[in-house]
């Protein structure tokens, strides 16, 4: 069932990086919490990001339709980030505001059900996993129960899955870096969770015929991309 906010327009679920979210408190406890929150309460961030957080914060019920502050979110930054405190005020909010996607008993239910659900609150196309990744994020740092298929890591990216085995495990004599597909077309994508979105670089040349600067440049770019994969898990 969607959320209508006091003006009667739908609230859109969260869709911001959990980690996002959690900074973005944190600010306000540092730089004190106003009687009522606009784009510059949290000015060091992207336009992007600040239309965001205000969202969230709204969806939440930390904020009302016209952005004075709650109860709730005094609370919450009142309390120093990581302790009980803070995740049981943060669990008490999830079981609020997500109160369809909470019944459907987190311990058992599958993927496409709490897809379902957040959709159903008014996320769409592009947000509506993002809006997931919230919601599970948030509820696992709480200490909720989840389904192992909840939480599991997702599949690769298509250019890494239709890689041969084979040619995962060989390694460039120079580099030590795992050789990709031969030819064709590939692509790595790598999530930037601090403005939302996604970095895609994609090559169609044989990776065979590379060398010198070519080579060091292709190369370079995908340690980068791994590099910051691990970075970010």
């Not at 859109?12 to 959690?22: G, T």
């Not at 990581?82 to 987190?106: P, Q, S």
Request: charged residues 25%.
């Amino acid at each position: 069932m969607e959320k209508d906010n006091q003006n009667g327009q739908k609230a859109v679920p969260v869709y911001l990086p959990f980690k996002s979210f959690q900074s973005a408190v944190q600010s306000l406890r540092t730089h004190g919490l106003p009687s009522a929150l606009d784009r510059t309460a949290f000015g060091s961030r992207s336009g992007a990001d600040q239309v965001q957080i205000l969202s969230a914060f709204k969806f939440l019920g930390l904020i009302d339709d016209a952005n004075r502050t709650q109860p709730i979110l005094r609370n919450l930054v009142s309390v120093a980030e990581g302790t009980a405190d803070e995740k049981a005020i943060l669990a008490a909010l999830l079981k609020e505001r997500y109160a369809n996607i909470i019944a459907l008993n987190l311990d058992a239910a599958t993927p496409a059900q709490v897809n379902k659900a957040i959709a159903d609150y008014g996320a769409g196309g592009s947000t509506t996993s993002r809006s997931v990744r919230f919601f599970l994020k948030a509820a696992e740092y709480c200490g909720m129960k989840l389904s192992p298929r909840l939480t599991a890591r997702k599949p690769r990216s298509p250019s890494s899955s239709n890689e041969d085995g084979e040619a995962r495990k060989r390694k460039n004599a120079n580099t030590d870096v795992p050789v990709p597909p031969s030819s064709g077309s590939s692509f790595k994508t790598v999530e930037l969770p601090d403005v939302g979105g996604e970095l895609t670089v994609s090559g169609t040349f044989n990776f065979f015929d590379l060398s010198g600067a070519e080579r060091e440049l292709v190369f370079g770019i995908i340690d980068k991309m791994k590099a910051f994969e691990k970075g970010s898990e």
